[in-house]
C-alpha cells in the first residue's frame, strides 16, 4: 500500500495558458447578487440558491450494538456531542424510528428561543426528501439503466410524507428531470427520461484503457507525460462532476424532513493520480503528481463534503458499474490518519474508496457492488430510524472547518454520523458560485445582468487581454447617499478557463458607482 498524503491540497494554480477561446470561458460574478457571464449580451436566468444563512446544525445519529442492530430507546443524555473537541449543548433531541418522532423531551434552555432545525421538528413524523443526482458524465448507459429501473421499482418503498427530485449531469450542463415531487407518476416519468439520456461512461473506460496499454509495465519516480495529462483530466472532470453536486445541493437546500442525496456514480476515483499511474509507480511519484497540480481527494470531494455537512444533506454514493472490488465496505478508511495508508487495491477499490470518503464524512454509507440493484431500499432503511441531535451555530463566517463527534455514554454501543461542517464566509460562497457557473454554463442573476465582449488581443506568452463590460440594473444595487448623489461598490469575480478545462482561481475586483445629483 502506498501512504496516502493526510491531505492533498489542490495547489495555487499557476496562471494556465489560456487560448483566445470564445466569451463563454469567462464568468463574471457580482457580489450581491450574483451576475455571470453569457456568450452574448444577454439575461442569464437563475438557478442557484442565495448565500446561505445556517443558525442550526442538525446531526443525524445511527446507533448499533457490537453486533450492528440499531439501538432504539435512548434518550438526549446518553449522547455526548463536541464541536473541535469543545462539549456543546444538544438544543432539540428527537428519535425517529421508522419515520416517526417518539421524543416527547422539549428543547433544553439554550434552544428554547431557537427555531427548529427543520419544519417538522416536533411533528409524529418525519419525512425524507431524496435527491437523486445521476452522473452521465462517467456512467455506463446499460449499468445506469439498470439502476434507475431497479429505482423506479422501489418508489413504492417512500412513506406517504417523501418525496423525491431527479437531477442529471452530463459533463457540461446540469438537467433538472423533475423538482420535489411525492407522485409516484411523477417520479417514475423521470427515472425513465433519465434512461434514454447519452453517457459518456464508454468514453471515460476508452481513456483509461489508452493510458494503461501505453504504460503497461512503466516504473519510475514520476508519472510519464501522459499519465500526468491524464491524471489532471480525470481530476477536472470528476470536478465537474462534484461541482455540479454541489450546485444541486445548494439550489435544493431546504426541503423539509432528513435531507438525503443518492449519487449515481460511474468512477470517481479517490485518487487520479493513482488511478494514471496503473500500479508499478513508486509513492514519490504520486506525491510529485500532487504537486504538480493534480487534484487529491479533499481538493475534488471537500466542496461536496462542506456543503452537504452545512446544508445537513448525508450522501449515500452508489456504485453503479456493480463491479467487484477489493475493499471491505465496512473497513474504516483510516484515511485522515497517521500514515494515512490506502485500503483499496485496483480502479474499482479506487472508486469505491472515493464514494466510501463521501459516505462517511456525512454520516451516509457508500452502496457497491450488487447492492446497487436495491440502492432506494437500502438508502430508506438507513435513513428511516435514528436520533436528531442539534445545536445552534454562532456563526463567524470564517471558511472554519469545524470538526464533530457524536458519542454514545452507555459502553458497547457505537454512533455514526457526519464528521464536521465549515462555517462558509459569504466570499467563498460567492467564489463557489462562481466556479459552478463556469462549469456549467447556466448560472444565476436575479439582476438580469448584460455582459458584452471585446475582441480577445494576445498579451503576452499565455497571457490574454479581453474587454468586458458589466451591464445590471442599478435598482438592484443597495447605494448611499453622498453630497447630493449617490455612490456604491460592487465586488465583481473574474474566472477564466481554456478549452482543456484549465483555469484561473477568481479574481476579485471592486467596481466603484457614482451618480451625480
Not at 492533498?8 to 470564445?22: G, V
Not at 433544553?108 to 435527491?131: I, N, Q
Not at 453517457?199 to 508519472?223: D, I, K, N, P
Not at 473574474?494 to 482543456?500: F, G, Q
Request: with cysteine.
Amino acid at each position: 500500500m502506498r501512504p496516502l498524503p493526510p491531505s492533498c491540497p489542490r495547489p495555487a494554480h499557476r496562471a494556465a495558458p489560456l487560448r483566445l477561446a470564445p466569451p463563454a470561458a469567462l464568468v463574471a460574478l457580482l457580489a450581491a447578487p450574483a451576475l455571470i457571464a453569457a456568450q452574448e449580451s444577454v439575461d442569464v436566468p437563475g438557478v442557484f440558491s442565495e448565500v446561505l444563512d445556517i443558525r442550526v446544525v442538525e446531526v443525524e445519529v445511527v446507533v448499533t450494538d457490537d453486533t450492528g442492530r440499531r439501538v432504539p430507546g435512548l434518550r438526549r443524555d446518553d449522547f455526548r456531542i463536541t464541536v473541535d473537541g469543545v462539549p456543546r449543548a444538544i438544543d432539540f433531541f428527537d428519535e425517529i424510528r421508522d419515520g416517526d418522532a417518539l421524543s416527547t423531551e422539549p428543547p433544553d434552555a439554550a434552544g428554547a428561543e431557537l427555531d427548529p432545525p427543520g419544519p417538522e421538528r416536533g411533528s409524529a413524523a418525519r419525512s425524507t426528501s431524496y435527491l437523486i443526482f445521476i452522473d452521465d458524465s462517467f456512467t455506463h448507459a446499460r449499468d445506469r439503466n439498470l439502476v434507475l429501473e431497479r429505482l423506479a421499482r422501489d418508489l413504492e418503498r417512500l412513506a406517504p410524507g417523501d418525496r423525491m427530485a431527479v437531477v442529471a449531469f452530463d459533463g457540461r450542463e446540469l438537467t433538472l428531470l423533475t423538482a420535489w415531487t411525492s407522485s409516484q407518476r411523477v417520479l417514475a416519468g423521470a427515472l425513465r427520461d433519465a434512461r434514454v439520456r447519452p453517457s459518456a461512461g464508454g468514453r471515460r473506460a476508452r481513456e483509461r484503457r489508452l493510458v494503461e496499454a501505453t504504460q503497461a509495465g512503466a516504473t519510475g519516480r514520476r508519472l510519464s507525460g501522459m499519465q500526468h495529462r491524464y491524471a489532471r483530466l480525470l481530476g477536472t472532470q470528476v470536478e465537474r462532476a462534484v461541482m455540479a453536486a454541489v450546485a444541486s445541493l445548494r439550489s435544493f437546500s431546504s426541503p423539509p424532513g432528513r435531507k438525503v442525496m443518492v449519487i449515481l456514480a460511474g468512477g470517481w476515483p479517490l485518487s487520479p493520480a493513482e488511478l494514471a499511474a496503473s500500479g508499478g509507480i513508486l509513492d514519490e511519484a504520486i506525491e510529485d503528481a500532487y504537486a504538480s497540480g493534480v487534484l487529491g481527494y479533499e481538493s475534488l470531494y471537500g466542496p461536496l463534503v462542506d456543503t452537504a455537512n452545512l446544508l445537513g444533506y448525508t450522501l449515500y454514493p452508489v456504485d453503479v458499474s456493480g463491479k467487484a472490488g477489493r475493499i471491505d465496505p465496512e473497513t474504516p478508511l483510516g484515511l485522515l490518519g497517521g500514515g494515512g495508508d490506502r485500503s483499496f487495491v485496483g480502479p474499482e477499490g479506487n472508486f469505491h474508496a472515493g464514494m466510501r470518503f463521501l459516505a462517511e464524512k456525512t454520516g451516509g454509507r457508500a452502496v457497491v457492488n450488487d447492492q446497487r440493484e436495491a440502492a432506494l431500499a437500502a438508502v430508506a432503511a438507513d435513513t428511516r430510524s435514528y436520533y436528531s441531535l442539534a445545536f445552534r451555530l454562532d456563526r463567524a463566517a470564517d471558511d472554519a472547518r469545524h470538526a464533530i463527534e457524536v458519542e454514545v455514554l452507555r459502553p458497547g454501543l457505537e454512533a455514526r454520523a457526519r464528521e464536521g461542517f465549515v462555517d462558509l464566509s459569504r466570499r467563498t460562497e460567492m467564489t463557489m458560485m462562481t466556479a459552478s457557473a463556469l462549469l456549467f454554463g447556466n448560472p444565476a442573476s436575479p439582476l438580469a445582468a448584460q455582459l458584452r465582449f471585446g475582441r480577445p488581443e494576445r498579451a503576452g506568452r499565455g497571457r490574454v487581454r479581453l474587454r468586458v463590460e458589466v451591464g445590471f440594473p442599478l435598482d438592484g444595487i443597495a447605494l448611499l447617499p453622498s453630497g447630493g448623489g449617490w455612490h456604491g461598490e460592487v465586488s465583481v469575480r473574474l474566472v477564466a478557463m481554456d478549452d482543456e478545462g484549465a483555469r484561473i482561481e477568481p479574481l476579485l475586483a471592486a467596481a466603484p458607482i457614482a451618480l451625480a445629483p
